[in-house]
């Protein structure tokens, strides 16, 4: 582009220029024949300089001579006086400018006058160039014309390559409003020198680097340990450095600023988003391949453990200056990606991926790698990495770990493509990139983020990829052949149904993934913002553009004016490992925005302004969550529901990807901050929340001070530490300054959280109504709560009303299921009609009543689903049941049901696609309630029906409806089991066996239901006492139960009371339990085993429980089928470098994720891999109950086990020894102590939450607390607990004699003086025959006679 002078200057706003001696070569570009100098009368004149086209300058002979002159007069100048050159990129045709005068005062002068405070890149078109001498006179001048031809918008130098300032449009437009455009080669021009090209780059870092980093300069040099310093003093000892050295070393925090803004500038990046939160891993003084190996296993360890949710960048060493014409070299990593997979050809047809074809061929040629160790080559093998940590020195190749666990895709809906075993890596590490940076190159710096999950599917199915499009179609039942009029449109069906896998199979084994949609709308809104502030951002259009569902989103037109071109720092495409290859081995044998979109733009922009008005009038409210199952999530969802009419509620997430400084806004503008935790472990908090905490309560301790918060907790009264993260947050914002506006909140999964959810949140609408800023909307609220409360009874009596239950014989089912067969096999849909009419009026005794009930059931079979409502489960069969051990405790030494024992449980899972596991993951059971045909007769036998042939049975078939207006999520929350059984044909033993609950404590709402059910005075009046009290509905918990199933031994005038409608609205589905799963995948293919321990606890009485899904999968037999479903544990996944030091501490059942590791290590040793040392440290009772102890010696003979200690706590002749006892022994800790100080040891517990502890104190014991600190804090202690009720905890103590009259004497007066409570029925409890001593018999006493019925104790 040609560009006249005068152009330029009157663009630029320069006058009074001298530019006769200016001339163009034959390119037309201008050329400046003397050096500027600007007089005090503000002209300036040429003599000696050159400006070339690019911008350029050369320094002229007589320049270099005056440069020598000075350094010949360093001895006596002042150290400031050095040469500085400060060299941003000019625009053609503007000649260079000699200042003379003060560095410092210079540099001082050019911040006030050229950077401001704007935000971007520092950029002035012109070039300073100062020599040390003692004149002063213009200083000011000079500067007043170098800042009137900067840019003001600071974008630093343009360049052409690699991205070339491609522009969509009209491509005169420049690439910021100033006009600017793509001026320079980004290798600079052959007329500037290699040291000119580095101290011109450098310059620009810096000044960008000092003006971006602002306030947070104080922590320049705090990881380096180097001291501080001002930008003028950093600025001369870069100069210094690259005049003695030629280069200059960058710290810590310029280069991980450096790595970060060089994301922000990537064109071809949508996730650009998150570029401060880029982490740096500095490896500048590794010098060996072992070393760079090591350095990347610790980068992928990094990554994986917080399940890719966060960027880490390695940076090596850099690639020393490269002379003019000669190629960059320094410390290499061959591939393409720390994490890929290899391609063999065989016989023609290319097995694994395609693109890695000719460097797995490179590998076998130059390498001898030819496949994995084993020798079993397959589609998912990964490549070995090659480094080369010296240029000149040899490259050598490293086995990468197999333990990198890939991600298997399935999808519970479509369980045919786990069939197919496709597999994905995890993390996308990128290494085939150069970081250029302030003028030096670093040629190794492999760098992560996470998937979208359209890139996953485009390596899956691209024809030069995997080409998975027709298998999966084969499959899925999709074959085009069948389909010739539909051939074209079954990749689209294809396609989506793999991408919802993918999604699915990455967010199951926790590995962070984002959709393709969620992906463009956040870009989208981060362009704009970019171009808000720094008013330009290099975008390439065809990658930021998803490939599926490309114009469903504003950026497809909205970006099609987009520009890339290249900005520095920058991530370059590096040296291709075949043109490593070759240099180290030599040479072996390629629209425009429419206005309906404008429109629609503008509607959008006048509905935003309308939501922000109204909710301008709402207060602001934050709620905080942690969550690690959902249950956390979704209480905070329906928190935000009730509140938001009140309030403009604001969510983040502790636990996502979001970087946690975007929390710092929301809080200063809520005026309640509500935080919500689910507990993980023994009463800690959600380890994917640990960042968030840490910097929320830690590093900014300030921001909640004096806030008002509220903090409500999710727990289980069955650990021993029951909603202790709760606590700590409480305890945190206490510390910080927070005031907590209403008591901690603590919901019980164990006990029902819904009423305590319910209850807190009425007490925290009730102070925010108290609160001086109320707004109407809060009172309004409050008073609709109330009202509410006030007609929760009408409606649930409502919803009652709404349940119809209809129910059928096993004939009646049968014949019609018989004649639905029958008109299906006759044709046609009003054939079926007709035929089903004719054979209903031909069937029964009255004609009309027989034809409309025969068509209701045949509708009903016809519609209905007769399996169980668990439709996102899966179902597998026991294939064996081994008892490990067995205790029976009755006198004739028979097993009963509350008999200790233990069983090794195995299930195939062919049957449910064969979905992927890793060791330590967990599994989730629906048990089966164990309870004889007998007992279950007799409790549906007591239930009321309106059936006039008498009492239910057990093969009596249900259909539930409902039919008032409540949506089915609602639903879900507040009435699981009607929700569950909705629309469905099921017969009543299956729904009392598979369905509900009847082993679950019957809540106290329930109570006050039945209260007005029950017929007997008694009970009514019993029922209603713990109804509200919750001290006695403890007592009687703790003494009788309290479960459903005994619910008419308890209270024998409910008999004939209770009818199936209330048992939906009241009763619990089983819900699932949770257990480690005991085995590994590549050892035992498609099973999966459990080793589960009957669970036998009692609740202070006399009466010994068991647990209902232990007491299950302890009776199962082979050919059984179980419902589960697979949970992801990334936190207790084996280490990824097999060959790191490893201690297993374990007591009984706690071996079962110990054992599912151990094989793991068995298989890693079958592939070759090399193992690190293995401790266990193994407790239970006795040797005669110690678990699997012929295995665990055979796992030691073989290598897989260093060494193995065991201790007993009830071996018969010897002291009690607990695991914590064993670590302190001498023997155990003169071994263990050198292997805590490792630092790449890692440590497993798994047992009981008070066992852990214990441990955790005697390993603190064994090293030091810093020692400890550090396994901790690098995520190398990996801890899964499980607590047990704790008989202590009760209020009745186990040896103590409870009494009816006790709680009728001592604790129900408690009650008269409740102010809503009207029992008249109290007062015959209060007589004194009541009280009389036949009431404290020993009958009364007895254990035989507490089983019994209260109310016979009259």
């Known amino acids: 582009m040609k560009l006249s002078l005068s152009k330029i200057l009157k663009k630029l706003h320069i006058s009074n220029i001298n530019h006769s001696k200016h001339s163009y070569d034959s390119n ?181 680097y000092y003006h971006e980093r602002g306030n947070d300069m104080k922590a320049v040099g705090a990881k380096d340990g180097s001291t501080f310093l001002t930008k003028v003093d950093r600025m001369e000892e870069v100069r210094k450095s690259i005049d003695t050295t030629g280069t200059y070393e960058h710290t810590f925090d310029e280069l991980q600023h450096g790595a970060q803004v060089a994301w922000r500038n990537a064109p071809k990046c949508a996730n650009r988003k998150y570029w401060g939160q880029l982490k740096l891993l500095d490896c500048r003084k590794v010098e060996s391949n072992k070393g760079m190996f090591d350095s990347c296993i610790q980068h992928l360890t990094k990554a994986m453990a917080c399940g890719s949710s966060e960027a880490y960048v390695s940076v090596f060493k850099p690639a020393p200056p490269a002379l003019p014409g000669k190629a960059i070299t320094g410390p290499r990593i061959w591939n393409n990606q720390l994490l890929s997979y290899a391609a063999y050809n065989e016989g023609g047809k290319v097995i694994g991926d395609p693109s890695n074809l000719r460097f797995t061929e490179m590998l076998k040629e130059r390498f001898g790698w030819d496949g994995p160790p084993d020798g079993k080559k397959g589609p998912y093998d990964y490549l070995p990495l090659v480094v080369q940590a010296d240029p000149k020195g040899p490259p050598e190749l490293f086995e990468v770990p197999s333990c990198a666990p890939p991600v298997h895709i399935h999808h519970p809906r479509y369980p045919e493509l786990s069939s197919l075993d496709m597999q994905w890596y995890p993390i996308p590490a990128v290494t085939a990139l150069d970081l250029t940076l302030g003028g030096i190159v670093y040629t190794a710096v492999p760098f992560n983020g996470w998937y979208a999950n359209t890139e996953v599917l485009r390596d899956l199915t691209d024809e030069s990829r995997y080409n998975m499009l027709a298998p999966v179609a084969k499959a899925l039942g999709m074959d085009a052949d069948t389909k010739p009029g539909e051939a074209p449109l079954w990749k689209d069906e294809v396609m989506c149904i793999l991408s919802m896998a993918v999604y699915h199979s990455f967010k199951t084994a926790k590995v962070a993934m984002i959709d393709h949609h969620t992906l463009i709308d956040m870009f989208w809104v981060w362009y704009h ?166 910097f929320l309560l830690d590093k900014n301790r300030s921001l909640l ?179 490990i051990i067995s205790n029976a405790i009755d006198g004739g030494g028979n097993e009963t049901t509350a008999s200790r024992k233990t069983s090794l449980v195995k299930i195939d899972m062919q049957s449910c696609g064969n979905p992927p596991y890793e060791p330590g993951d967990h599994i989730r059971v629906i048990p089966r309630n164990v309870i004889s045909l007998e007992e279950l007769q007799s409790f549906v036998s007591h239930l009321s029906s309106s059936r006039d042939t008498g009492n239910l049975t057990l093969d009596d078939h249900i259909y539930v409806s409902f039919d008032e207006d409540i949506p089915r999520s609602e639903l879900a929350v507040s009435l699981p089991l009607l929700h569950g059984s909705l629309g469905q044909l099921f017969p009543l033993d299956y729904f009392f066996e598979n369905q509900v609950a009847l082993e679950a404590p019957i809540s106290m709402q329930a109570c006050l239901d039945l209260s007005g059910l029950a017929s007997g005075a008694k009970d009514k009046a019993i029922l209603k006492g713990i109804g509200y009290s919750k001290k006695e509905y403890e007592n009687m918990s703790s003494l009788y139960g309290m479960k459903w199933i005994d619910v008419f031994k308890t209270f024998p005038s409910l008999s004939k009371r209770i009818n199936l409608d209330f048992l939906l609205c009241n009763m619990k589905m089983n819900h699932p339990r949770s257990y480690s799963i005991a085995s590994c995948k590549d050892i035992v293919g498609s099973e999966l085993h459990m080793v589960v321990g009957r669970f036998i606890y009692s609740r202070g009485g006399s009466k010994i429980e068991v647990g209902v899904c232990s007491n299950f999968l302890t009776s199962v037999e082979p050919g059984d089928k179980i419902c589960f479903k697979l949970d992801r544990v990334v936190s207790f996944h084996h280490p990824l470098d097999p060959s790191c030091p490893i201690i297993f501490i374990c007591t009984g059942t706690g071996f079962a994720p110990i054992r599912g590791l151990l094989q793991k290590r068995m298989y890693l040793q079958s592939r070759g891999e090399k193992l690190g040392p293995a401790y266990l440290i193994f407790g239970s009772r006795s040797s005669s109950e110690g678990l699997f102890h012929d295995e665990i010696m055979d796992l030691q003979n073989q290598s897989i086990i260093t ?94 004699s409870y009494r009816l009259t006790d709680l009728v004497d001592d604790e129900l007066d408690d009650l008269a003086d409740l102010p809503d409570l009207d029992f008249p029925e109290l007062g015959k409890f209060r007589s004194a025959k009541f009280r009389s001593a036949k009431f404290r018999s020993a009958k009364f006493r007895s254990a035989k006679f507490r089983s019994a019925s209260i109310s016979k104790l009259g």
């Open 1203 to 1296: 060494k193995v200690y065991f201790c007993y706590s009830r071996e018969k002749g010897m002291k009690r020894e607990y695991t914590m006892d064993k670590l302190k022994s001498k023997s155990v800790g003169q071994i263990l102590s050198p292997i805590l100080e490792d630092p790449n040891t890692h440590i497993f517990i798994c047992g009981s939450a008070n066992m852990a502890e214990g441990c955790k104190d005697a390993l603190i014991e064994l090293s030091t607390q810093d020692c400890f600190d550090a396994i901790t804090k690098d995520g190398r202690l990996h801890c899964d607990v499980f607590g047990a009720l704790c008989s202590k905890k009760s209020n009745i103590k186990r040896h103590q």
């Open 705 to 883: 001070n004096g806030k008002q918060c509220a903090v409500l907790g999710f727990g289980s009264s069955a650990y021993p530490i029951f909603c202790g993260a709760a606590a700590h947050l409480s305890k945190k914002l206490s510390e910080n300054g927070a005031k907590e506006v209403v008591p901690r909140g603590e919901c019980d999964s164990v006990k029902g959280e819904r009423k305590e959810f319910n209850d807190w949140t009425a007490k925290l609408v009730t102070k925010m109504a108290l609160m001086p800023s109320a707004s109407p909307l809060v009172l309004k609220l409050l008073a609709n709560m109330k009202e509410n409360t006030a007609s929760s009874l009408i409606r649930t009596r409502n919803m009652l009303n709404s349940i119809t239950v209809e129910l059928f014989t096993t004939e009646e089912v049968q014949n019609a299921a018989a004649q639905l067969y029958m008109t299906k096999r006759r044709g046609s849909v009003a054939g079926r009609r007709r035929s089903t009419l004719d054979s209903a009026s031909n069937g029964g005794v009255d004609e009309e009543d027989g034809q409309s009930q025969n068509k209701r059931l045949l509708q009903i079979v016809g519609n209905s689903d007769l399996r169980d409502s668990h439709n996102e489960l899966l179902e597998g069969v026991v294939k064996s049941r081994d008892d």
């Open 529 to 694: 913002n970019e171009l808000k502030q720094r008013k330009y951002c290099p975008v390439n259009w065809k990658w930021v553009i998803p490939p599926m569902s490309s114009s469903t989103n504003r950026a497809y037109l909205g970006l099609n004016k987009a520009q890339e071109y290249t900005l520095k720092p920058a991530y370059i495409a590096g040296a291709s490992p075949f043109q490593l290859e070759t240099a180290h081995f030599g040479p072996r044998d390629t629209t425009k925005v429419g206005k309906d979109f404008v429109r629609a733009v503008y509607v959008a922009l006048f509905c935003t302004r309308c939501i922000a008005r109204i909710r301008a009038r709402k207060t602001p409210l934050l709620i905080v969550y942690a969550s690690i199952t959902g249950n956390a999530a979704k209480h905070a969802s329906d928190l935000g529901a009730i509140l938001r009419p009140c309030a403009q509620v604001s969510f983040f997430d502790a636990c996502g990807i979001n970087p946690p400084k975007e929390v710092i806004p929301l809080i200063q503008s809520a005026t309640l901050t509500i935080f919500i935790s689910s507990t993980q472990g023994n009463g800690e908090l959600p380890s994917t929340s640990h960042n968030f905490f840490s």
């Open 28 to 208: 037309g570009n201008e050329s400046s024949k003397g050096n500027v100098d600007k007089n005090n009368n503000g002209n300036i004149d040429t003599n000696t300089s050159t400006s070339t086209g690019n911008g350029n300058v050369i320094r002229s002979s007589s320049e270099e001579n005056l440069k020598t002159k000075t350094e010949d007069d360093t001895a006596t100048a002042q150290a400031t006086s050095t040469s500085v050159s400060v060299c941003p990129i000019i625009p053609k045709c503007v000649p260079s400018i000699n200042f003379h005068g003060d560095t410092k005062e210079l540099q001082t002068q050019i911040d006030n006058a050229n950077f401001g405070n704007a935000n971007g890149h520092a950029n002035r078109h012109s070039t300073v160039r100062a020599t040390a001498t003692n004149s002063k006179a213009n200083l000011h001048a000079s500067i007043a014309t170098a800042s009137s031809g900067k840019c003001p918008f600071r974008h630093g130098t343009v360049y052409t390559n690699p991205y070339p300032g491609y522009v969509h449009g009209n491509p005169k437009r420049g690439i910021c409003p100033n006009g600017c455009r793509p001026e320079m080669n980004s290798n600079g021009n052959e007329l500037e020198s290699p040291k000119d090209a580095l101290v011109r780059e450098a310059m620009e870092y810096i000044l960008l």
